[in-house]
């Protein structure tokens, strides 16, 4: 099941980029960002009102527990990758940017996985994974086509703070609840996002002359990235950093190529093909991964 949740986080992502794009154009970045966590908060609020939990309440926190602050960053650290991956748009491709935000991810993940970092539980490398390895990494580098070493590199860390904003969002989930956990990712991402488009937005229409759009829908990317929240929330200590980057992966590969087919009516061979080798070889391990685990159950371990 937690595979499966994995797959249908990178579908709700890819509807989602497609509707935050409509809100991006219609706003621009920063006030995008902005609504996205007001839209997110709301939502997550009414959730936690409903279920009548207290998130600013210490409840069952402990006080050493409390000390983790640094569990309630996932929220900011979430900001940083939209900067991020803005920084980069327009000066390296699309494809590019999701290309190296994999293998920042992946990176990040396997780091995470060999070290048990972030309290995280350890899931060491083996060598029978490196053909493997080596199809995804041939899948992400298929996918890049152009090249700027300061984009390259801030599209690289954009991966980076995915995996650790999910990661510190579900650990502070396994203190409080999911549901305050996902309400605290928008509570704080929204406290850092104002001041973030006050210093970096001056272009954009300010919010003070807010007004909707006719297209409903483009309002709906707050609503889908607080079910990934949430969802993410759920999987990420149920199943190794690495293997939930890739999934992720493959279902925003395979989900936009379809979506870029029926409403834009062209197909990119080199996405697909990129793609394709990452589910291979994320196929391979998944694989041996299960042969072992077979076999230790088979020897009672």
């Not at 605290?184 to 996002?193: K, R």
């Not at 483009?218 to 929330?233: E, H, S």
């Not at 196929?283 to 041996?288: A, G, I, P």
């Amino acid at each position: 099941m937690y595979y499966f949740l994995s797959l249908l986080s990178g579908i709700l992502i890819t509807v989602m980029v497609a509707f935050n794009g409509g809100l991006t154009k219609q706003y621009g970045v920063y006030s995008a960002t902005v609504i996205i966590h007001i839209v997110g908060l709301i939502l997550i609020a009414a959730v936690v009102l409903i279920k009548r939990e207290r998130p600013f309440s210490a409840g069952k926190v402990s006080a050493s527990e409390k000390r983790r602050w640094f569990l309630y960053l996932g929220g900011a650290i979430g900001v940083m990758t939209t900067v991020f991956n803005n920084f980069a748009y327009g000066r390296i491709s699309v494809s590019a940017i999701m290309a190296l935000g994999l293998f920042g991810q992946s990176v990040a993940g396997l780091t995470i996985d060999q070290y048990g970092f972030l309290g995280m539980p350890k899931h060491p490398f083996s060598k029978r994974k490196l053909f493997g390895l080596l199809l995804i990494i041939a899948g992400i580098v298929s996918m890049i086509n152009n090249f700027e070493i300061i984009a390259v590199i801030v599209s690289f860390f954009a991966g980076v703070t995915i995996v650790i904003s999910r990661t510190l969002n579900a650990k502070l989930s396994g203190l409080t609840s999911i549901r305050i956990s996902t309400f605290y990712n928008y509570f704080i991402g929204l406290i850092v996002s104002i001041p973030v488009l006050f210093l970096l937005g001056n272009r954009e229409a300010s919010l003070m002359h807010f007004s909707f759009s006719p297209d409903w829908y483009i309002y709906l990317g707050g609503v889908l990235g607080m079910c990934v929240v949430f969802i993410f929330n759920l999987i990420v200590v149920k199943i190794p950093a690495f293997y939930l980057t890739l999934l992720v992966f493959t279902g925003q590969v395979f989900s936009g190529v379809l979506i870029d087919a029926i409403i834009l009516q062209e197909l990119s061979p080199r996405i697909l093909t990129g793609g394709l080798f990452v589910a291979i070889g994320l196929t391979v391990n998944l694989l041996l991964d299960s042969e072992r685990y077979m076999k230790g159950k088979d020897r009672g371990d």
